[in-house]
């Protein structure tokens, strides 16, 4: 943060739920979205964790 920043905004906590981490290929970081239960990286073929 330098100062010409804003200051955080304290309700805003941000970021993706941990409970799609499942959905992210540990190979190419490709998000698997579509998919209800993804096993394999539809970009590059990678097993994900289940």
């Known amino acids: 943060m330098t100062n010409q920043d804003p200051p955080p905004d304290e309700d805003d906590i941000g970021g993706d739920p941990v ?5 992210v290929c540990p190979e190419c970081g490709r998000f698997a979205a579509s998919e ?3 096993r394999t990286c539809p970009e590059c073929g990678a097993e994900l964790s289940v």
């Open 19 to 23: 409970c799609w981490l499942d959905r």
């Open 36 to 38: 209800r239960k993804p």
